[in-house]
């Protein structure tokens, strides 16, 4: 009869296993949201053209910066320091860093104003389109060159779990 310790280790091993299974790949989910924040930056861009209730745009410009700061809090937990890992090429990685950093402090500019003030919107479109250059660069330069050196499931599944973690902190934090 195995013992409780080699049952309770067994079932820790498939569960993780089975996680990691389960859990997108690390490019597919960065990409997907990058996909997710494309849209929020489309929408916030019509909401901004019809000249929208401040409310409104608001509540779109901040799902757009809560997403950006998690996703960047991820890829600078566990992405980048795979890719320092195997990567001959710091650079990429490096001005991937300097991007967020600078995309940080967007962020913070617009999550300390209101929609009516000026240059609101236009913190938003410079935002989206410094997003843009960012996962052009990542998806056409980095991504390619960790998909086979890296291991895109664990760390998709580690991924997938910081980001859940973050959101429900988040999520807390609003209430």
């Known amino acids: ?7 309770t280790s067994r079932s820790t091993r498939s569960a993780a296993a089975r996680e990691t299974r389960e859990a997108p790949d ?20 019509k909401l901004a053209k019809a000249e929208a209730q401040a409310s409104q745009r608001q509540e779109v410009a901040e799902r757009i910066c809560l997403m950006l700061t998690v996703h960047a809090q991820i890829e600078e937990e566990l992405l980048y320091p795979a890719a320092r890992e195997v990567l001959p090429e710091a650079d990429l ?7 967020h950093q600078s995309a940080k402090d967007l ?9 009516d003030e000026p240059l609101y919107d236009a913190k938003v479109k410079v935002l989206g389109e410094y997003i843009d250059h960012h996962v052009k ?11 086979r050196r890296i291991d895109i499931k664990a760390i998709g599944a580690a991924l997938m779990e910081r980001k859940q973690a973050l959101m429900a902190e988040e999520a807390d934090g609003l209430h």
């Not at 660069?137 to 998909?147: A, T």
Request: net charge negative; no cysteine; hydrophobic share 40%.
């Open 1 to 7: 009869m195995p013992n409780a310790q080699a049952t």
């Open 93 to 99: 990685v490096d001005e991937a860093a300097v991007e």
């Open 137 to 147: 660069e990542e998806q056409d330069e980095l991504f390619p060159k960790l998909r």
């Open 107 to 115: 962020i913070a500019q617009i999550r300390g104003m209101t929609p």
């Open 26 to 45: 690390a490019i597919t989910l960065l990409t997907d949201d990058h996909k997710e924040v494309k849209k929020l930056f489309r929408q916030y861009d």
